[in-house]
């Protein structure tokens, strides 16, 4: 019998179009242009600013760009998966918001939720639920509207998230040496205190004073996670590749979840590669968490061939982090 594996055959992706700049967020926080810039490198970010717009809307767009770009037959998709910490509601899940918008009468859907690592544990789950041999045809949604938990008043977060969303699907296939090759992945619970939001869980409901203390935005101590998300992506990084045998001239491109420019340069160095060998797009898109990663696909799909070796690395609350080796399926300037 053939060994199936999964690969990516097409990507879309949304942003929305009200771009929030630095100067107009200085005007919001006592913070500048230069701060921001030489702290974690974001100049711009989108902002879903339309009342009654969820993460499923960016989801929905972005999927239904994937469908008409691939020309994939809607009824042939077996599964939808959206992975993301920002979801419309508690339930029903995300997905089958998007899966009924998008009349996909044929496929089941559910939330996967990872945090910033979202996309690579979703990528991985669903390479496996296609090399199981039970499906063919899976669409994977990263998708997080981080201007809901943001606090526009914390100077020291708010400056570095922005919304957005991308979708990939993902193939079965038989032809050998393309497509997931290996994954590497790791939570530390340690990291609970550091990064978290406060409010809103079954821990602590909310009431009016979380509403009143303000504890349903998002809280970080950024010093503590630049340390772990350098050190840990790094370490994956390296162990991804060392376990496959690729040296710096193999690797085509790292693809590094956007989160701050310094920790992706820190990772390009311990990996003794050029900034020309990683994708980055945080200055105008921030840090959109789950979907920075396919975002950054989206974007540079033209400059990817076929045979590309790409590690992709991300760290997230949790701590979760990890790295998954990528072996480009197609040439995307065709």
Same mark, same amino acid.
């Given at each position: !019998?053939e060994?199936?594996?999964? +690969?990516?055959?097409?990507?879309g992706?949304y942003?929305p179009?009200?771009?929030?700049?630095?100067?107009?967020?200085?005007r919001m926080?006592?913070t @500048?242009?230069e701060?921001?810039?030489?702290r974690v490198g974001i100049?711009?970010?989108?902002i879903? #600013?339309?009342?009654?717009?969820?993460?499923?809307y960016m &989801?929905r767009? #972005?999927?239904?760009q994937?469908?008409?770009k691939?020309g994939?037959?809607?009824?042939?998709?077996?599964?939808?998966i +959206?992975t993301?910490s920002t979801?419309?509601?508690?339930?029903?899940s995300t997905a089958s918001?998007?899966?009924g918008k998008?009349?996909?009468? @044929?496929a089941? #859907?559910f939330?996967?939720?990872? =945090?910033c690592?979202?996309?690579?544990y979703?990528?991985d789950?669903?390479?496996s639920?296609?090399q199981?041999?039970?499906?063919?045809?899976?669409i994977?949604?990263?998708?997080?509207?981080?201007s809901?938990?943001?606090?526009y008043?914390?100077? &020291?977060?708010c400056?570095?998230?922005?919304d957005?969303?991308?979708? +990939?699907?993902?193939e079965?296939t038989?032809?050998?040496?393309?497509?997931v090759m290996?994954?590497?992945?790791?939570?530390?619970?340690?990291g609970l205190?550091?990064?978290?939001l406060?409010?809103?869980?079954?821990?602590?409901?909310?009431?009016?004073f979380t509403?009143?203390?303000?504890?349903?935005?998002l809280?970080?101590e950024?010093?503590t996670?630049?340390?772990?998300?350098?050190t840990? !992506?790094?370490d994956?990084?390296?162990?991804?590749?060392?376990r496959n045998?690729?040296?710096k001239?193999?690797?085509?491109?790292?693809?590094p979840?956007? &989160?701050?420019?310094r920790?992706?340069?820190? +990772?390009?160095?311990r990996?003794?590669?050029? !900034?020309?060998?990683?994708?980055?797009? /945080?200055?105008h898109?921030?840090?959109?968490? =789950?979907?920075? /990663?396919?975002?950054v696909?989206?974007?540079n799909?033209k400059r990817l061939?076929k045979g590309?070796n790409?590690?992709?690395?991300?760290?997230?609350?949790?701590?979760v982090?990890?790295?998954?080796?990528?072996k480009?399926?197609?040439?995307?300037?065709?």
């Open positions: !019998m060994k199936i594996n999964a +690969v990516i055959t097409g990507i992706g942003v179009d009200y771009v929030l700049n630095n100067e107009e967020l200085s926080v006592d @500048n242009d701060w921001i810039m030489s100049k711009e970010r989108r879903l #600013a339309e009342e009654g717009l969820g993460t499923s &989801a767009k #972005a999927a239904k994937l469908l008409q691939t994939v037959d809607p009824d042939t998709i077996d599964a939808l +959206v993301t979801a419309d509601y508690k339930f029903p918001i998007v899966v998008l009349g996909l009468k @044929n089941f #859907a939330d996967y939720w990872a =945090a690592c979202g996309f690579l979703t990528l789950t669903a390479a639920m296609i199981c041999g039970r499906y063919k045809k899976i994977v949604i990263g998708a997080d509207k981080m809901s938990v943001v606090d008043k914390d100077r &020291a977060t400056p570095l998230f922005g957005g969303a991308a979708a +990939v699907l993902l079965a038989t032809e050998e040496n393309i497509g290996d994954s590497y992945f790791r939570t530390d619970g340690k205190p550091f990064l978290h406060k409010a809103g869980g079954s821990v602590c409901p909310a009431s009016h509403v009143d203390h303000r504890l349903h935005y809280y970080q950024g010093r996670v630049f340390r772990y998300a350098v840990n !992506m790094g994956d990084c390296t162990l991804i590749a060392e045998g690729l040296t001239d193999d690797i085509a491109f790292v693809v979840h956007q &989160a701050n420019m920790i992706i340069e820190a +990772v390009a160095k990996l003794n590669l050029s !900034m020309d060998q990683v994708l980055v797009n /945080i200055e898109f921030g840090n959109t968490s =789950a979907a920075t /990663i396919p975002l696909l989206w974007e799909e061939k590309d790409l590690i992709l690395t991300a760290f997230g609350a949790g701590f982090h990890g790295a998954l080796y990528y480009w399926a197609y040439d995307g300037n065709k």
